[in-house]
């Protein structure tokens, strides 16, 4: 009975998988129908989603694609290096993982999650990592306000150091350690990406690097095009050609099975191709920010609400907010907050508060393998998230 039920899962899941993988070629006209109709009901909707996901495209999407890159060509060159580092220095272990997190993105912050569910670090170390990471949340804030960012960077790597080291006093460097968990127990087959929206990804990146760099410098890309067109519509093509970097991230994040993302994330950079893995955690980052940057216009859009007068109105209980909305698993809450920041509807407490309180998402392992770990470090981060945040409320407000 069961080898024959164990076949007929088999069966049913090869029919499934190439049906997966076929999905995407649906997607694209399915997607054009929809912004079209948006585009006959109401076309100034139409027109701020087109310019908001190009924001997302330039603001975003390449300074993520180009800072991945990079990070995984040196993590292949200097992981052996590192390991032995982590093994022989166990002292070590809490500020290399404070480091870590504090990188952008969650690739490197889920390493460190892996390692401890693997026994290799210490339960400080995991706290630490969750405190010093902000997710992908920081990719827009350095894209924005590299200044803000490198000082949010600054304050979170010494509280995940500190509360890391204290941590490790107070329980031992053997507390909630795992010597027999394996990270194979979450892993799923990583379907590939579609070839044709890998090769548009990349096609359509190296122009938007470049003019993503330029428009962070303020210069006005717009002039380059002008010995060939009007301003005007050398301003709406460099708009459109971010619009179709951005539609073709949500292409590549809706071609993947939702379970697949939790282990590709956890063989970040481990890919054979490295352009699998910087486009594919690209895609996943520029979804939550597309989300987070529409659901700020559109409901200001349809509501007209002034948010920031709403949250001014509630003075230090937007810190005590942020710092709930940290303990909400993944980024693209921790990436809305980000985006109410650089509106100016939040105070800079708050988006300190979350950055320290908020994990990413190197909590989804975590509470795959390890749930009382996690939820542990997860409290113990709230500590200084609380004592930095409003720390930070009562300096600014004197």
Request: glycine letters at 8%; one cysteine or more; hydrophobic letters at 55%.
């Amino acid at each position: 009975m069961a080898a024959s039920l164990n076949l007929l899962l088999r069966m049913v899941g090869s029919k499934l998988r190439p049906f997966h993988m076929r999905q995407y070629q649906f997607q694209i006209p399915l997607l054009m129908a929809s912004l079209l109709a948006v585009q006959l009901l109401n076309p100034a909707l139409f027109q701020l989603v087109v310019s908001t996901m190009a924001d997302a495209w330039y603001g975003v999407s390449v300074f993520v694609a180009v800072t991945l890159a990079g990070f995984y060509a040196m993590d292949r060159y200097f992981k052996r290096g590192l390991s032995q580092l982590l093994a022989h220095h166990q002292n070590w272990q809490v500020p290399v993982a404070a480091i870590l997190g504090a990188l952008p993105g969650c690739g490197t912050a889920i390493i460190v999650v892996t390692r401890f569910v693997n026994g290799h670090m210490s339960f400080g170390s995991l706290v630490a990592v969750l405190i010093s990471t902000m997710g992908d949340a920081a990719f827009l804030l350095l894209a924005r306000e590299p200044q803000t960012a490198l000082l949010v960077y600054a304050i979170s790597l010494v509280a995940g150091i500190v509360t890391g080291y204290l941590v490790d006093a107070c329980h031992g460097r053997d507390y909630l350690r795992h010597s027999n968990v394996s990270t194979d127990q979450c892993k799923h087959p990583i379907p590939p990406l579609p070839r044709g929206l890998v090769w548009a990804f990349m096609a359509l990146l190296a122009p938007g690097s470049v003019i993503g760099l330029a428009s962070a410098m303020q210069w006005d890309t717009a002039m380059w095009l002008t010995p060939w067109m009007n301003h005007a519509h050398a301003e709406s093509l460099i708009e459109w050609m971010g619009f179709l970097g951005a539609v073709c991230c949500l292409l590549l994040w809706t071609s993947q099975p939702l379970d697949s993302w939790s282990s590709r994330f956890a063989q970040s950079g481990r890919s054979t191709c490295l352009n699998n893995s910087v486009v594919a955690e690209t895609s996943f980052i520029t979804v939550w920010v597309i989300v987070g940057f529409l659901a700020y216009e559109l409901l200001a859009f349809y509501t007209g609400l002034d948010f920031h007068n709403l949250f001014a109105s509630m003075g230090a209980y937007a810190v005590l907010l942020a710092i709930v909305i940290g303990f909400v698993p993944g980024c693209g809450p921790q990436i809305l907050v980000t985006t109410l920041y650089l509106n100016g509807v939040i105070p800079f407490a708050a988006l300190l508060a979350n950055a320290i309180s908020n994990d990413g998402d190197a909590l989804f392992p975590a509470l795959a393998l390890t749930p009382k770990a996690a939820a542990k470090a997860t409290l113990y981060s709230a500590i200084p998230a609380f004592v930095v945040g409003f720390g930070a409320w009562w300096w600014l407000a004197v």
